[in-house]
């Protein structure tokens, strides 16, 4: 096994893996305390990421973290790997891909043009020697533009995921939640559903209210029921309304199967709704949440630590060309990230990392009432992605998820971040905001001061599931 | 006063509320309001207030001396978790899973047919308002066939801490009641976990679990109770727990979640 060095003063630092350097390069964070792998000083920290500054990039291409024979999600990793489009950065080290990224020289299309010559473990790596403002700096140079029904990932466009969860999926209870994001101009990333019963039934019943809806509204945006992957191929069989095809996934084939998943099923899946040709200005019809910690929680990491791995999931979902990824940020408990400082550094990792390999990444910035956590430090990190150009946020009213039980973003935030840094909608549902005279001329998000808007709205949208 | 002797007659529409049917439908935070792109004053307060019990809740020390008191004369044993603090306890599950050394010699075999743990979990208010009825709900209805160890009360205590303390009590089976996660609406609501053959290493697809148990629509101490001495016999019937256990009284099974 390579040795990994460096000596500081009188002390010499040794890391006996490649992922044992990158885990003892990371950032604080209490998983990678929980799984053993975190740094055992700060020093040592340090020195690790001095080690890893000096490493060529090129070691990623031959040390593989989890090995090819193994793990299919390696195997993807190396089989796709674009080694023309790697040639711009093959000679650097981790350290000087850093400055390059930095630099005036790395502009947006020379970033995408790079990304299929990237490897997970590298933009892990590189993220690791980045403080927060560089992740912020290098990811708003990168726009990854996708369409389904709408548009998205625009330079100027913030999209949001509407979240109207029901803790038993009443329908009418649904449609309620929906009609106020709608009316706080949320929604255009796509109107999705977790089913708090996850079966094939009851996901067919909440699909077909919210095409229903969709269709009499004429939303122009897309609908998703976030069930599992096996349920949307069977609801396709039925010919059920399906959009975009969701699934949870990680970074190890060891983690994926925790899920019910491999990139089989997933490839079967993407096919059958390509197959419906439902998206009318584009194909982009995959839908994937992902997060730190869930391969530690399913004891299928490998001893790597969980940014390295999350980044790993990246490389799953960017073969299928998704519409919509996100992070489930601070969901996972204070286990994996403890507070606030610790959300808001993964959340900005998680998109730069998406980004670099070139995937429209989108964020539900989010904790659970037992994190060290509150939302002002949702604030902050909600701001910070918009700044550096998240495709969208998820958002559920009044920041509280009555399902899952967790705060997210409400809708009101997210005007927040739009109205601070000058972002709109996507361009199609900007047009029916305005239409449905949820706007103003202004471009602003009004409704709820606009009775006309409020009561045509909520009269045409509940009229067939009053409460 | 009748309207014609109105002094000031209404100028302004009367402002109607449309979200107002829409409402009853769903305990989300809906038809909130907005200034600029803001949450009034009222609603941002009210969301801060249940953020701010549920926060209380999780960080809370249970009461044990007054549930003991309320216990007496049953025989109590104290326990804590290898966790230590609540710091600790968050950050580190595995720790809160295994007992600490000064609590194991606490606990003696003994012919047991069921053990009752009662851990603070992730709310310790959850254990001080349901804890005492259901324990004593479970007790009325519990065969006098079926011997029961000491309860035990355990600290910093994640839901797989109930394998040990049944293991070394030697207890056929442990329910272990525990805190759960505070919601935003629900601060205080308590789970049950039963696990057949207690040891270290069993998993969460080895228990049945009754969850939601509290004052507010959740389930009542004594249908969590009458749900529970169900599943036990049903347990000692068949010598299993988990997924294997079919629930006829559609109790939620499974789920291990944050606990």
């Known amino acids: ?467 | 006063m009748t309207p014609d002797d109105d002094p000031l007659p209404l100028t302004q529409p009367v402002m109607r509320d449309p979200f107002a049917r829409l409402r009853a439908a769903t305990p989300a935070r809906i038809g909130l309001g907005q200034t600029g792109d803001g949450l009034l004053t009222a609603p941002m307060l009210d969301f801060q207030l249940a953020h701010a019990r549920a926060r209380d809740a999780v960080h809370a020390r249970a009461d044990f001396g007054t549930l003991a008191q309320a216990l007496a004369p049953r025989e109590i044993i104290e326990v804590e978790s290898a966790a230590g603090d609540r710091v600790t306890y968050l950050q580190r599950p595995d720790l809160g899973r295994r007992l600490s050394e000064e609590s194991r010699p606490n606990l003696r075999h003994g012919p047991y047919d069921v053990a009752l743990v009662i851990g603070d979990g992730l709310s310790a208010r959850a254990v001080d308002a349901q804890a005492v009825d259901v324990v004593e709900a479970i007790l009325a209805r519990l065969s006098p066939r079926l011997s029961l160890a000491p309860i035990v009360l355990a600290r910093q205590a994640r839901v797989a801490l109930g394998d040990e303390i049944g293991d070394a009590l030697g207890a056929r089976l442990v329910a272990m009641l525990i805190g759960e996660r505070p919601g935003l609406s629900v601060a205080d609501s308590l789970g049950i976990y039963l696990t057949f053959d207690p040891k270290p290493g069993r998993r969460d697809s080895e228990r049945n679990c009754i969850s939601n148990i509290h004052g507010n629509g959740g389930l009542t101490a004594a249908a969590a109770a009458e749900k529970l001495v169900w599943l036990i016999e049903e347990a000692l019937r068949l010598q299993l727990t988990g997924i294997e256990l079919k629930d006829d009284q559609d109790t939620t099974v499974l789920i291990g979640g944050g606990s």
């Open chain 1, 1 to 467: 096994m390579p040795q990994f060095h460096t000596t500081l003063g009188s002390t010499r630092y040794t890391f006996a893996s490649l992922g044992e350097l990158l885990a003892r390069a990371s950032p604080h964070r209490s998983g990678d305390q929980l799984a053993g792998v975190a740094a055992s000083s700060a020093e040592q920290r340090v020195a690790a990421r001095y080690a890893l500054a000096d490493l060529p990039l090129k070691t990623f291409l031959s040390d593989a973290l989890i090995p090819y024979e193994t793990d299919e999600v390696t195997r993807l990793i190396v089989d796709t790997h674009d080694l023309r489009a790697f040639q711009p950065v093959a000679h650097l080290t981790v350290g000087a891909f850093r400055d390059w990224l930095l630099s005036d020289a790395a502009t947006g299309p020379v970033l995408a043009a790079l990304a299929p010559g990237l490897t997970p473990e590298m933009v892990a790596a590189v993220s690791k020697l980045m403080r927060n403002q560089d992740l912020i700096a290098v990811a708003r140079k990168i726009r990854v533009e996708v369409a389904f029904r709408n548009s998205l990932g625009q330079a100027g466009v913030l999209a949001s995921r509407l979240q109207p969860n029901h803790p038993v999926d009443d329908l009418a209870g649904i449609v309620a939640a929906t009609l106020d994001g709608l009316l706080m101009g949320a929604g255009d990333a796509v109107i999705g559903v977790n089913p708090a019963t996850d079966n094939v039934p009851n996901t067919l019943r909440l699909l077909d209210v919210l095409e229903d809806l969709r269709v009499r509204l004429d939303i122009p945006t897309q609908t998703c029921v976030l069930t599992h992957v096996t349920n949307t191929l069977e609801i396709i069989r039925r010919g059920g309304p399906v959009d975009l095809v969701f699934q949870s996934i990680a970074g190890t084939e060891a983690a994926n199967r925790g899920f019910g998943v491999n990139l089989a099923v997933l490839t079967e899946a993407r096919e059958a709704a390509l197959s419906l040709k439902r998206g009318t200005i584009g194909t982009n019809v995959m839908y994937f949440e992902t997060g730190q910690g869930s391969a530690l929680s399913a004891d299928a990491h490998h001893g790597l630590d969980q940014q390295t791995v999350e980044a790993r999931a990246y490389a799953v979902a960017r073969h299928f060309k998704p519409l919509l990824i996100n992070t489930v940020v601070g969901f996972i408990g204070p286990e994996y990230l403890y507070n606030g400082k610790e959300i808001i550094r993964a959340g900005l990792e998680d998109h730069v990392c998406g980004k670099l390999l070139g995937l429209p990444m989108g964020v539900d910035v989010c904790y659970t009432n037992h994190a060290e956590a509150d939302q002002d430090d949702m604030d902050t990190l909600a701001m910070l992605l918009g700044v550096a150009g998240a495709t969208f946020l998820i958002g559920v009213p009044g920041a509280d998820d009555t399902m899952l039980n967790y705060q997210s973003l409400s809708f009101h935030d997210i005007l927040a971040v739009r109205t601070a840094l000058g972002l709109q909608p996507a361009p199609e549902f900007a047009r029916w905001l305005a239409g449905q005279g949820v706007s103003d001329t202004e471009g602003r998000v009004r409704a709820l001061t606009n009775s006309g808007a409020m009561e045509r709205l909520i009269g045409s949208g509940a009229s067939r599931h009053d409460a």
